[in-house]
């Protein structure tokens, strides 16, 4: 049976110290956290070129058309 872990600490505060956690870093941090998960879901499906994106608009890139014959032409 393992015991739990116990804090110690490194430096001794004031007990009469109050933390006060600033609630706009709070609220910046989630709004950059919901940023990053939905631009790299929109690169995500920015992949698929066979799928329309939010905006009701194809992809711009296409497969390749042309047959590269590396026999053909060649010097």
């Known amino acids: 049976v393992r015991r739990p872990s116990v804090y110690l600490p490194t430096r001794d505060h004031p007990p009469d110290q109050v933390i006060i956690t600033e609630k706009t870093n709070i609220l910046l941090r989630y709004l950059h956290q919901q940023w990053d998960k939905k631009s790299s879901s929109k690169k995500r ?30 010097p």
């Open 45 to 74: 499906d920015a992949g698929r070129c066979g799928f329309y994106l939010d905006d009701e608009m194809p992809c711009k890139k296409r497969g390749r058309t042309d047959t590269c014959n590396p026999d053909a032409d060649s």
